[in-house]
């Protein structure tokens, strides 16, 4: 009795436990459908592994740091002198207390710079960390340009392989068509040719794009390293966008990092000239010594101690071949900054000009191309295939259609990377992208 209630038993639970076992399974699938998974490196965490690994940006880092540090100290008094020794000693008895004027004396000096000097000091030493702080921001602008430089091209040649491929396996059809007509007889052998030759150009244009995308990974890897830049999977082109009228990214070309740092430097240079001209003024040192004496007076009475406060005063009376000479060489050296300044400046301009003419008649370039030839190449394609197909023209023409078509997206695409090219030098050139 006990056996046979225990088969149902067990029969009822197998349902039940493949039940489980889908559901389970399926759990299992969509949560792996679910799971992150390692995605490929994106633009954005590209620019920041270049960033990271930039030996110029430490390099620059620190020595904006050792600036600051430097100018710290500068700005401090130098460290006081202690002496300590006997004064006035007989070279006959070498006695310490045979003659009133001997003593062992315990002094301290202490040198004070002429005029303003430690705040100059510390005021040029903060100015020419802040260029150096500058000169890491143009940097830190320049690499992520490279970086998107590479990437774009990249992505160009990702989506011209995606072009090319897609017109070999067309050409493949096509030739497979022209040797079943030649093999019915109603098509010629030259097709048949013709469409292999088609076939073998495409393929050698693939090995075309095969080294300049491992030129293009190279470039990418000499910023991101050849691990990640392996990883790299541009997405398409960027849209086009309006650019910022030039005279608003001209004015702010005119605070771009590169400039600033400019700035700042001529602000040290004037500091320095500031510093040059304090060295016209005397420096003075106070020096205090305490004299302890051994031995007593005539009278019986202990020798009194002697104390000696003196300063000194530096005389700058010649000046003409010292303290004048600096000043001239550093008032020399702020000017040629100054001239280098504006030669930089108006070097970017002109940048900024160009990148920007070339990004605006590149845009209007492509819409050209997507509005008037890219649909008038499709259509030259269809009107070949239906000649083709009504046996009106050769399998030539078709080829010919469908190659000039494949030429004109080709070119639209080399535009497209071109037109971003140019963008990203506008954004670097005018400091970093804008509210556009």
């Known amino acids: 009795m006990s056996r046979v209630n225990s088969a149902p038993a067990r029969r009822r639970r197998q349902p039940v436990s493949s039940t489980r076992a889908r559901a389970l399974t399926t759990a299992l699938w969509l949560a792996a459908a679910t799971s992150p998974v390692a995605s490929a490196l994106d633009l954005a965490e590209a620019e920041r592994i270049a960033v990271e690994r930039d030996a110029v940006l430490r390099q620059l880092a620190s020595e904006s740091e050792a600036m600051r540090q430097r100018g710290v100290a500068e700005g401090q008094l130098m460290d006081p002198k202690l002496r300590f020794g006997a004064v006035n000693v007989p070279v006959d008895s070498f006695s310490l207390d045979e003659d009133d004027m001997t003593m062992l004396e315990v002094g301290v000096s202490q040198e004070f710079p002429a005029g303003r000097t430690r705040s100059l000091a510390r005021e040029r030493m903060n100015q020419s960390a802040s260029a150096a702080e500058a000169a890491a921001a143009d940097r830190r602008l320049l690499v992520q340009r490279e970086v998107r430089r590479a990437w774009i091209e990249l992505a160009h040649v990702a989506r011209a392989r995606e072009l090319v491929t897609g017109q070999v396996e067309w050409v493949e059809q096509m030739r497979s068509s022209a040797r079943a007509r030649y093999a019915s007889g109603e098509g ?3 097709d048949v040719l013709q469409a292999g030759l088609d076939v073998a150009m495409l393929r050698e244009q693939l090995l075309d794009l095969d080294r300049d995308e491992a030129m293009r990974r190279a470039q990418l890897g000499r910023w991101i390293g050849d691990e990640a830049a392996r990883d790299a999977r541009p997405a398409a082109l960027p849209p086009r966008a309006p ?3 030039l005279p608003v990214l001209e004015e702010r070309l005119r605070s771009h990092p590169a400039q600033l740092d400019f700035e700042r430097r001529i602000e040290a240079a004037q500091t320095a000239v500031q510093l040059a001209e ?12 305490y004299g302890f004496r051994s031995g007593r007076m005539e009278d019986g009475e202990p020798r009194s101690d002697m104390l000696t406060a003196m300063v000194s005063v530096e005389l700058p009376v010649f000046r003409g071949n010292r303290q004048n000479r600096e000043v ?18 108006r070097e970017m301009l002109a940048m900024l000009s160009e990148a920007w003419w070339v990004a605006e008649r590149t845009g209007e370039l492509e819409r050209y191309y997507e509005s008037d030839l890219m649909p008038l190449a499709g259509q030259s394609v269809q009107a070949a295939l239906l000649a083709y197909g009504s046996n009106r023209s050769m399998i030539d023409d078709v080829i010919e259609a469908r190659r000039a078509a494949l030429e004109t997206s080709l070119r639209h695409l080399r535009l497209a990377a071109d037109r971003a090219q140019a963008r990203y030098d506008v954004e670097y050139l005018a400091g970093g992208p804008g509210n556009e």
Not at 328 to 345: C, P
């Open 328 to 345: 001239a060489a550093v008032r020399a050296e702020a000017r040629g900054l100054h001239d280098l300044h504006d030669d930089h400046l």
């Open 243 to 245: 650019l910022e009228p």
């Open 278 to 289: 304090q060295s016209k003024r005397p420096a003075w040192m106070l020096d205090v010594g």
């Open 188 to 190: 010629r052998q030259l």
